[in-house]
């Protein structure tokens, strides 16, 4: 993907999976654990062991345990990392230099046509600019992982 197309990415499940798949590097299929008593009678609730994430998922059969395999990012996955400050939050800790990777430095602006992200490492500003800061930072930290493969 290349800059100029996660720059279009608009705020959405799209982009979210994205971010799970490149920034966290989540699989798409997880399994999840259902706690309805009746597992697969009718809409049974399920909680997602890869990314902790609630919904509700089809059952596909039984694995150990009562687990049950369904796709992650269609249909447990809860972040909404593109609209939701409070998920985007986690992605601006994965490159804190705090968090998950160190060579990161991160900062954010607020200006009169938003917001712009930056995330720096060594010399190379990954930014963008949005209207809201959580599609601000998604897409910036796409760039900067799919530029530092």
Known sequence: MTIEEIRKLEA??????????????????AYCETFSANRCDGVKRTICSACGGFGHGNCYGYGRGGEIQIQCSDACCGYD???????????????????????????????????????FKSATDYNNTAALAPLAICRAALIAVTQNK
Do not use: C
């Open 81 to 119: 990392y593109s609209s939701d400050i409070a998920a985007a939050w986690m992605v601006v800790q994965y490159f804190h230099p705090d968090g998950t990777n160190e060579g990161y430095s991160v900062q954010l602006d607020g200006h009169g046509e938003g917001y712009t992200f930056h995330i």
């Open 12 to 29: 959405g499940r799209e982009l979210d999976a994205l971010i799970d798949r490149h920034v966290f590097g989540r699989d798409k299929t």
